[in-house]
């Protein structure tokens, strides 16, 4: 696990709800409370912006203010002894974790220097129809892909990228720059298009971007689960912190 100080924890976490913008975040002591009706956690939970002196009591506070909203409380708890009270009192509340995510970090550069095939990458500032087509290949539930694509291009901070083959589009990807970092998102390839380089070639082409702008960090955050982990850290990301949402039964 790669150590970070806690102003870039807290700028990590501000950069992540700039990429996918809930309708209104609030600050609490050492918390984001991003609030939101969507089906994205991250756009719709509280998250902690340092990694100590976190005290349980804030849980009573926060639940307060989603309720106020009409919101169920959502916690993205990072997997840290620092959190064990706050496990704790989420668990005699009757949340449970799950759905468990990695948090990674890297540098641009190292990513910007990725081998991958001599493609053409396309830059757009608007998550055109086909980009979304492609995004929302496969099992994604329409309700929860409409709502992502809906997030992400809402965000004023965001490139997406994308790679057409025969004018068809095939891999894209999403590249957030705020907050001094840059964020790694909607990645995604067509199935029958998949192990051609695509993928690498978007990060490649995110990377030399977030250079060119004069970013030195990048981040991204992908479920414990999936295989993209391997690309990634080929890209020279390394893990920082994994959490979990918690949620009530």
Known sequence: MRSMDQHAIASLEKATLAAVPPREVETLDGWLLALDAGTVGRAHSAVPTRHEGIDADVVAEIERRYSERGLNAVFRLPQLAAFDGVREALLARGYVGSQPTLTMVGEPSAAASLPSCDVP???????????SAVYLGGDFDPVDGACRVGLLGRSRESLFAGVRMKGQMMAVGCGCFA?????????RTAAAWRGRGFAAAILAALGREAVRRGIGRAFLQVE???AAQSIYRRAGFADAWSYDYWRRR
């Open 224 to 226: 414990s689960s999936n």
């Open 121 to 131: 990458v396309e830059l757009t500032t608007e998550a055109t129809d086909d980009w």
């Open 179 to 187: 907050e001094g970092w840059w964020g790694l998102h909607g990645m």
